[in-house]
C-alpha cells in the first residue's frame, strides 16, 4: 500500500481511519441527545475526544482476536465491528440489542466479533482478558487479546495482579491504557505517585511506549508494533494512550474539578479535526469527499436510532432469564 | 426547615467534622468532584484537603487505611462509592474491622464508620445495582444502619461515629432525593432500634431502606381497602432488633417482609426464621416476603421495576396475607 | 475401594483432566506445593506446568483470568486456597461470573468450576476458618456446592464440569481425612438434588458439608433415645431442592437446621422461611436452628469447639423439639 | 557509641543484637516442641533464619512507632517488647496471653507497644500500616510504622494500592519486605515477573534498596537510614530484605518444592551464627558471655513455657466476648 510522506499513512487507509473516527463522535453526539430525550437511561459515558485510540488500536487487530473494555465502550464496540443498530438498541435496552437489552451502554456484548464486554467495575475487565488471553495461549492459538482501561484503573490492585500474570505467564495481552488524566474527578496526579504510567510497566518487565492518543495514526503505528511483537510470542505489552475526554464523565458530572481553558486547549487537538487537516493537507480527501463521509455516517447513526425505535422491549415474564444457562435453568 | 436526605446526609457529615478533630472523610471523589451523588459537595472547600480526601481507584487500600487510621485514634467516615464497589474491599471489612478487636482479645477495637449507597432503580444495571446491606448483616462484629428518613440520614452517622466499633451505613439511592421537613435542632438518633413507621393492627409489613417509602404507600393503598397495617423500619439489621418486629408480628398476627435484596439467604429470611422461632403462636398465616427477583439487574425500567418490590407488589401480598385468614 | 475425601476429590480432579482438553488447574500452590490440602498432590507430575498452575498470591486476578478462560472455551477449576481468600476475589465472583450471562443477554456463560476448602475446627482463628458456603449461596448466577461424602467428592466435580454456568465447590477442610468404601466404578453424581442421608420419622435433621458427620452421630444417638431422626444432606445451596427437605418436614413435622455458618443472616434462616412459606401447617413447633456462634473464630480449642455446631448441641435441640410437642 | 571496625557496630550493642536474634531463634525452636506436644495447635509458622531482619528493623523503632505484621510474627512480637510471656500463652491460647488467647500464633497483639498484629491474610496488614501511619500524619505525630510482609505479598493488589496511597500521600511507613524466595511452596521466580523487588517500589517513586537480610548490621543501617528519611518527612521506603526461611513454610508443609542442598547452602549464612563468628572474630564476645547468654535466653524461655502452663482457659461463657466492644455490647 502507498504511503503518503505527509499523511504516513495510504490516503485510503486514511480516510477509512477518519470514516472509523467519525462513526464513533457521531454516533456519540446522537446519544447524548438522546440521553436528554430520555430515550437511554441510567449511566452514558461517551468518548468523545478520545475516538483516535480505540480507532487505531483496534485496526490492527484480526477476526480471531478479542476485545475486553470498559464501561466507555461504545466506539469500541462499533471499531470492532458491532453494527451500531444493534449497540443503539441496547442503548435503548431493546430486545434487539447487542446485549439483548440487559446490559445498556455499560455492557455491550457481542460473541461474533469476540467482543468480551463492556465492564463497569474499574479494573474489573482486566483479570478476564489476561484468561482469554490464557486460554488461547493453552490452546496454542495465536492471537491477541486487546484490553481497554483507564488511568484510573492502574491504581486498582487487579491492574498489578493481572499485568504480573501476564508477563509471568507471557500471555498474549495488549494492556491498553487509556490515559484521559482523569478518572472522573479525580486527576492522576491525585491519583497516582507516579504518573509516568509506562514506569508501571517497567515493574512487570512488560516492554511499554507512551503514545500520543490524539494522533490516530502514531495509536495505530504503535498498537501494530506491540501486537506483532505479541504474536512474535514476546509476552504481554502495555501501550499509555496519551488523551482527554472533552465530554463530563457521565451526563451526571457537573465538571466542578477542571478549568474549562484546559478543556478547550485539548480541544484544539480533537484527534478527527488533526486528522481531517492532516488529509485535507495531503490533499488526501476533498470537500466533497468529507461530506460524504459525513452523511454517510449520519445516515448509519439514523438507521440505528430507527433500528432502536423500531425494536421491541423484552416481555416482563422473561426478567429472570440468563440468571442461569437455558439448558441449566432452576 | 425543608431539605433532602442528601443535604441531611451532609449536614450530619459537617456536623461530625465540625465537633471532633478526629473525623475525616475519605473516599474517591469526595473532594473536587463533590461526590459521586454529591453528598459531600463544599466540603472540600470548608475542610480543606487533609480532612477531606480524595482517593484513588483503591478500594481495599483506602477502606483498609480507614481501619488503620481508627486502629490509631482517628474517627474516618470512609465513602465506599457505592456497595457495589464495595466488594473489593470485603477482605478488609470482614477479615479486620470485624474481627481485629475479638483476635486482639478486645485490645483493637476499629471506631470507623463506612458509608456507601445501596440499591437499584436507576437503570445502572447488574454490576451497579446491588442491594448487600442485608448480606453484610450476617457479619459479626459490624453494625450495620440503613437511614431511610431524613431524621435517621441526620441523625445516624454520629451516633455511629460514637461507637467504638465498625459501623456501615447503608444509604439507597433512590432517596438521595427525597425532601421533606426536618427539625431545626436535628441530631443524633439512637442506632440499636427499630422503628414503627405507621402504626395499624392488620398486618406488619417489615422493611428498611430504599423500600420504606415503597412500603408506606402500599400502607396508605392497603389502609383505602379497609386493611390497617403497621410499618416497621428495621434501621439496623446487624443486631437486629428483634424486640419491635416480633411485638409487631404478635399484634397483628400477619407479616410481610420486604426486602428489595435478593430473596434466597437475604436479611428476610432471617426475620421470617426469628418470627417463627419466637412468635410462630402469634401468626395467623405464614411469614410472606416480597424481596428482589433474584436476578442480576437488567437495564431497561420495566424489568428493572419489575425486580424490585414496589407498592403493588406489596399491597398483593398483604392482601393475599390476610384475606385467606381473614 | 477404601479411600479418604482428600483422594476422592484428587481422583475426580484427575478423571475429568483426562477426559476432558479443556480442562486445567489453576491457584496458589495447586503445582509444586501439592495442595495447600494436598488435593492435588501429585497432579502436576502427572498433567505438567500448564495443566496444573501454581499462581502468585493475586486471588483477584486469577479467579478472574478462569473467567476469562472460560469465557474463551476452557474449563478450568480454580482452586482457591481457602474460603477466607476468597473475599479478595469476591469482586471477581459476583460482577462477573455470576453476572456475564445475563449482561450480556445470554451470549456468554461462564463455565468455572472454583473450588475452596471452608470451615473451621482445625484452630486457625478468626481470619482462617471461615464458612461462607451459605452466605454465597445469595448470589444468582451461581451454583453452591457442598460434596459431604465420598461419593460426592468423588463425583460432583465432573457434574459442575459439565454445567454451563459457574459452579463453586466448598470443601470443608475436616472432611479431608474422611475415610470409607467408595465404589471402584464411582463417577459423575447430580449436583441437582438434596439427599436423605438417613431415614426417620421423629424430626428432620437438614444439614450440609461439614456438619454432615455431626448431624449423622446425633442422629444415632437420637436413636438410642428411640427419637428416630431423618438427616437430609443439602448438598446444593444454591440452587436449592427446596421439595426434598419440604418433604422430610411435612413427615416429621419437627425440624432443626444444622449449619456451621452464622445464625444470623445465614443459609438456616433461608430454609426456615422456606418451611415456614411451605409447609408451616405441618409443623407441630417453630424450626430450630444449631448454628455456628454469631462470633470470629477464637483460636483456642475449647472455644472454637464451643462455637461450632457438634453432637451434643444438635441432639439437645432435637430432644426439646420432639420432646415438648410430643 | 564506639564502633568496632571490623564488628560495624558498638560491642556492647552488637551483644545486644545477638541476644535478641537469640531470643527469638530459641523460643521458636521450643515452639516447634510445643507444637509436637500439640500443646501449640492451629497454624504454627516460624521465623527461623530470618531473625536479623525483624531484628535490625525493629532496633531503629522508638516507642512512639507501630508496627504491622504478618501471622510469622512472633520475632517481631519479642523484639518489639512483648513479653515472651505473653506471647507463649498466646500460643498456648491461654487467657494471659497477648491477644487473651483469642487470636493464638498468627494473631499476637499489643496495644501498650503499638504492636498492631499478626495478620494473616497475605497482604491484608498493609492498607491498616498505611492507615496508621496516616493517623500519625494527620495529628502532625513525627512517627514511623513499619510494615513487614512477605515476598508472596508483593503479588497481592493491596500492596500495590496501598504503596502508591503511601506514596502519594507522603506517609510515614517503612515498608518491609522480607524476601525469603518462597510464598509457601512458590517461589519467587513463578510468582513475580520482575523478581527485582527493589524495582516495583520505583512504579510509584518510592526509594527501595535491597538489603542483605542474613546480616543483621547491615539490616539495622539500612533501615536507620529509612526512618531518618521518613522522620524528615520524605514520605515512605521501601527496603527488600534478603533473607531465606530455613524450616518448612508451617507445621505442616512436606517441603516438596526445594532441594535440601538450597537450604544447607542457606544455612551457611545462618544469621546468628555469622554474627557470633563476627563477635567472636572482633573478640568483641567471649566463650563465657556466649554460655551465659544463652542461659539467659533458655532461662527467658523456660519461664514462658511456665508462664503459658499455668495459664488458664478463658471461660465457655466468655466465647462471645470481643465481638462488639464491651460497653457496646449486643
Ligand atoms: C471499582 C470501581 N470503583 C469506582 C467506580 C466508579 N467509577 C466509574 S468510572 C470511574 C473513573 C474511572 O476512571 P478511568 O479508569 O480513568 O476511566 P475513564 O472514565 O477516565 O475512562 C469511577 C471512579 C467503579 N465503576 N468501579
Ligand atoms: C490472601 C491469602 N492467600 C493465601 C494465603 C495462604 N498463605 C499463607 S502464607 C502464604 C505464603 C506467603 O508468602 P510470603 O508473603 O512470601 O510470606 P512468608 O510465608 O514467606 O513469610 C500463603 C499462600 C493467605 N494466608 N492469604
Ligand atoms: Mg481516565
Ligand atoms: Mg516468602
Redesign the interface.
Known amino acids: 500500500m502507498s504511503v503518503s510522506s505527509e499523511l504516513g499513512v495510504d490516503p485510503k487507509h486514511g480516510i477509512h481511519l477518519l470514516r472509523q473516527m467519525l462513526r464513533v463522535r457521531r454516533f456519540e453526539e446522537k446519544c447524548v441527545e438522546l440521553y436528554s430525550a430520555e430515550k437511554i437511561?441510567?449511566?452514558l459515558h461517551v468518548y468523545i475526544g478520545e475516538e483516535a485510540v480505540a480507532t487505531g488500536v483496534l485496526e490492527t487487530l484480526d477476526r480471531e482476536d478479542s476485545v475486553v473494555t470498559t464501561y466507555r465502550e461504545h466506539g469500541h464496540a462499533l471499531l470492532r465491528g458491532v453494527s451500531a443498530e444493534k449497540v443503539m438498541a441496547e442503548m435503548y435496552?431493546?430486545v434487539d440489542g447487542c446485549s439483548r437489552?440487559?446490559?445498556?451502554s455499560?455492557?455491550l456484548f457481542d460473541r461474533a466479533t469476540r467482543f468480551f464486554g463492556g465492564?463497569?467495575?474499574?479494573?474489573?475487565g482486566i483479570p478476564l482478558a489476561v484468561g482469554v488471553a490464557l486460554a488461547d495461549k493453552l490452546r496454542g492459538d495465536n492471537h491477541v487479546t486487546a484490553c481497554f482501561f483507564g488511568d484510573?484503573?492502574v491504581?486498582?490492585?487487579?491492574f498489578h495482579e493481572s499485568i504480573n500474570l501476564a508477563a509471568l505467564w507471557k500471555l498474549p495481552v495488549l494492556f491498553c491504557c487509556e490515559n484521559n488524566l482523569y478518572?472522573?474527578?479525580?486527576?492522576i496526579e491525585?491519583?497516582?505517585s507516579q504518573t509516568d504510567l509506562a514506569l508501571k510497566a517497567a515493574g512487570y518487565g512488560v516492554p511499554s511506549w507512551p503514545v500520543d492518543g490524539m494522533d490516530v495514526v502514531a495509536v495505530e503505528n504503535a498498537a501494530r508494533r506491540a501486537v506483532e511483537a505479541i504474536k512474535a510470542g514476546g509476552g504481554p505489552y502495555f501501550l499509555e494512550l496519551r488523551t482527554y475526554r472533552f465530554r463530563a464523565h457521565s451526563m451526571f458530572?457537573?465538571e466542578?474539578?477542571r478549568d474549562k481553558g484546559e478543556v478547550k486547549e485539548w480541544m484544539k487537538r480533537d484527534p478527527i479535526t488533526l486528522f481531517t487537516e492532516q488529509l485535507r493537507a495531503a490533499e488526501a480527501i476533498s470537500h466533497e469527499n468529507l461530506t460524504a463521509l459525513e452523511r454517510e455516517v449520519a445516515d448509519e447513526v439514523a438507521r440505528a436510532v430507527a433500528f432502536a425505535e423500531a425494536s421491541t422491549?423484552?416481555p416482563?415474564e422473561q426478567?429472570?432469564r440468563f440468571?442461569y444457562s437455558e439448558a441449566n435453568a432452576s | 426547615m425543608k431539605t433532602t436526605y442528601r443535604e441531611a446526609m451532609r449536614a450530619a457529615i459537617r456536623d461530625a467534622m465540625q465537633r471532633d478533630d478526629r473525623v475525616?472523610v475519605m473516599g474517591?471523589?469526595v473532594?473536587?468532584?463533590?461526590g459521586?451523588y454529591a453528598v459531600t459537595m463544599g466540603l472540600l472547600k470548608e475542610f480543606g484537603p487533609?480532612?477531606i480526601r480524595?482517593?484513588?481507584?483503591?478500594?481495599?487500600?483506602?477502606?483498609?487505611?480507614?481501619?488503620?487510621?481508627?486502629?490509631?485514634?482517628?474517627r474516618?467516615i470512609v465513602e465506599v462509592m457505592t456497595v457495589?464497589?464495595s466488594?473489593?474491599a470485603?477482605?478488609?471489612i470482614?477479615?479486620?474491622a470485624?474481627?481485629?478487636?475479638?483476635?486482639?482479645?478486645?485490645?483493637?477495637?476499629v471506631p470507623i464508620v463506612i458509608r456507601m449507597t445501596t440499591g437499584a432503580g436507576?437503570?445502572?444495571?447488574?454490576?451497579?445495582s446491588?442491594s448487600l446491606e442485608?448480606?453484610y448483616?450476617?457479619?459479626?462484629?459490624l453494625?450495620i444502619v440503613t437511614p431511610a428518613t431524613l431524621e435517621d440520614a441526620r441523625g445516624m452517622l454520629w451516633t455511629a461515629l460514637v461507637?467504638?466499633?465498625p459501623v456501615l451505613i447503608f444509604e439507597n439511592g433512590t432517596l438521595y432525593n427525597t425532601s421533606g421537613e426536618l427539625a431545626d435542632d436535628a441530631g443524633a438518633v439512637d442506632i440499636?432500634y427499630a422503628q414503627v413507621r405507621r402504626e395499624g393492627d392488620a398486618v406488619s409489613l417489615i422493611t428498611y431502606g430504599g423500600a420504606l417509602p415503597a412500603t408506606l404507600r402500599a400502607a396508605e393503598e392497603l389502609a383505602a381497602d379497609g386493611i390497617d397495617a403497621e410499618v416497621v423500619d428495621l434501621r439496623t439489621?446487624?443486631?437486629?432488633d428483634e424486640q419491635t418486629f416480633l411485638a409487631s408480628a404478635r399484634k397483628t398476627h400477619h407479616v410481610v417482609v420486604v426486602d428489595e435484596?435478593?430473596r434466597?439467604?437475604?436479611?428476610?429470611?432471617?426475620?421470617?426464621?426469628?418470627i417463627?422461632?419466637?412468635a410462630?403462636y402469634d401468626l395467623d398465616a405464614?411469614?410472606?416476603?416480597v424481596c428482589g427477583?433474584?436476578?442480576?439487574m437488567?437495564?431497561?425500567?420495566?424489568?428493572e421495576q419489575?425486580?424490585i418490590p414496589n407498592t403493588s407488589r406489596i399491597v398483593t401480598a398483604a392482601r393475599e396475607l390476610v384475606g385467606v385468614h381473614a
Open positions: 437511561r441510567g449511566f435496552g431493546k437489552g440487559r446490559g445498556g455499560m455492557h465492564n463497569a467495575i474499574v479494573g474489573g484510573g484503573a491504581a486498582e490492585g487487579e478518572a472522573m474527578g479525580t486527576a491525585r491519583a497516582q458530572d457537573p466542578l474539578y422491549d423484552e416482563i426478567l429472570t440468571v | 475525616f474517591e471523589d473532594g473536587r468532584y463533590g459521586c487533609e480532612r480524595d482517593t484513588p481507584l483503591s478500594e481495599s487500600a483506602f477502606v483498609g487505611a480507614g481501619i488503620g487510621a481508627a486502629l490509631n485514634g482517628m474516618p457495589n464497589f466488594l473489593l470485603l477482605d478488609q470482614m477479615n479486620n470485624a474481627t481485629l478487636l475479638h483476635m486482639s482479645g478486645g485490645q483493637f477495637n436507576r437503570q445502572v444495571a447488574a454490576q451497579h446491588h442485608g448480606w448483616a450476617h457479619i459479626p462484629g453494625r461507637d467504638p466499633d440499636d439489621l446487624r443486631p437486629l435484596g435478593w434466597s439467604g437475604g436479611i428476610s429470611g432471617e426475620i421470617s426464621a426469628r417463627a422461632e419466637n410462630l405464614p411469614v410472606a416476603r427477583a433474584e436476578v442480576p437488567p437495564y431497561p425500567r420495566h424489568l419489575a425486580a
